[in-house]
């Protein structure tokens, strides 16, 4: 059957969704360029884009708001079409016990009857369908999709790429400066997001060669840099 219920996002559209979070989860494959990339945004950030986060944040509450006041007019629907289906199901067992000459017509209404049955299920799908949407809005954290912390054995990673090495396990020293220039890539956005302001040192995120900068004698401290 058909309704004329809307719904929040076609099964195209889930799936595209769902390719660009998995495109999220693999931004580190192409390390050298998004580094670049996330250092001039980082750089071109000002009170303006705070402003505009803001903005997009209260737009995003709104769609929340949107959401479940569609989740509540979808559930009111579905009273209404249960409550119909009733009727008309009482109705069909009425017919039943007619005569002849009504065999037609109870006929057609069982062909409504099933119509009215396939709404309700259509109804169904796309309460659970907008529920899957918010909880998927709730859910949603930038931060945890574009730096994955783990570990692996003894080391602590970010994107994959170990934390230290040992005198047993010669990590390379190019994937320790690039797990260390992820941590300084994510402390920069984090403390950006949240307004924070370093006294002594500054972080200088740039790929293997992030550094600290002191805000005393200007010097720069790299972040495990070394190579063999």
């Known amino acids: 059957g058909q309704t004329d219920v809307d719904h929040p996002l076609c099964e195209e559209c889930t799936d595209t969704l769902l390719d660009q979070l998995d495109t999220q989860l693999n931004v580190t494959e192409n390390e050298c360029q998004n580094y670049k990339r996330c250092l001039e945004i980082l750089e071109q950030m000002n009170e303006d884009d705070s402003e505009q986060l803001q903005m997009e944040l209260k737009e995003l509450a709104l769609e929340e708001e949107r959401l479940i006041q569609e989740l509540e007019d979808v559930e009111k629907n579905r009273k209404t079409v249960a409550e119909n289906l009733e009727k008309v199901q009482a109705e069909a067992e009425r017919l039943d016990q007619e005569e002849a000459q009504y065999q037609r017509e109870y006929s057609e209404f069982k062909r409504q009857q099933l119509e009215l049955d396939d709404e309700l299920k259509s109804v169904e799908n796309q309460m659970r369908y907008a529920q899957t949407q918010l909880d998927k809005l709730k859910k949603t954290n930038v931060f945890n999709a574009t ?35 992820q941590t300084v890539l994510l402390l920069h956005a984090l403390a950006n997001k949240m307004g924070l302001k370093f006294q002594r040192y500054r972080l200088v995120p740039y790929g293997n060669h992030s550094y600290l900068e002191s805000l005393t004698d200007k010097s720069k401290d790299g972040c495990g840099e070394r190579q063999d």
């Open 147 to 181: 730096f994955h912390i783990w570990h692996s054995g003894q080391f602590g990673t970010i994107n994959n790429f170990r934390l230290g090495r040992l005198p047993s396990v010669p990590v390379e020293w190019n994937e320790i400066n690039a797990a260390w220039g």
